[in-house]
């Protein structure tokens, strides 16, 4: 199997998932399987690390739109970090994955998600 | 060079295809940018002919040609299922449901990242040419 799928905790109700190798045909049906498992938890914010994906094909584009779609209909949001250039120019050639939840690096992901954090606790006030 | 392998109408049997058109294009000398979308592009076109392709159950074999030549690659993918041109196939709307689109995102991705590319309905077999140049 060329995926390696590493779970990580950060923040609370969040949940990283660090992927390694390809997201493909092959593939994808184990990442599914993974996120089938998160989602029954009361996970808010999935964090996909793509840092380690040197290819993604349709198939892979498939998870990440449903697991988008998921954390969306239960208030919660699917997020991208770190895409390499050939991922990228995947992103930008078919329109499956929501640009606005894409973020370049651990920063520009981190200052979206303090800002988040502090929506929610303002509110909670 | 120009090699040719098959394999069988299973999702199961596409890794070692892509493996060895990975593994020929490297030993070629072809650019790691280039080999991954050539990777990419044999994915699409033969998941799909593996997923939709076939409206019975019984075992087909797909044909992959790959030739290397001076400044191109050619990609052939002759197969003996329905006739489908996925050249001509339209774009998916956000209204189709997500597994069909998924198909229709590989189709997507085929097409744009092909420089040149060519279909034929030659006897009962699907032929798809498939060009990308070697800048």
Redesign the interface.
Known sequence: M?LKIQLQQGRPFTQTLALVGRL???TAPSLDAELERVLTTQVKVIVFDLSGV??I???G??TL??AQ?AMKARSGEALLVNPQP?VQK?FD??K?VDVRAVFRDVAELDEYLDEMQRRVTRDSE | MRATRTLGNALAELPPILDWLEAALETAGVAAAIVGELRLIAEEGLSNVIRHGYADSSRHSIEVVLEIDEGEILLVLRDDGRPFNPLAAPARNSHTPIAERAGGWGIQLLQSLVDRADYQREGNANVLRLVKRLE
Do not use: G, H, M
Request: charged share 20%.
């Open positions: 060329s493909d045909t092959e040197n290819y094909s349709s198939a584009l498939a739109f449903r779609k050939q995947v050639i078919v499956a």
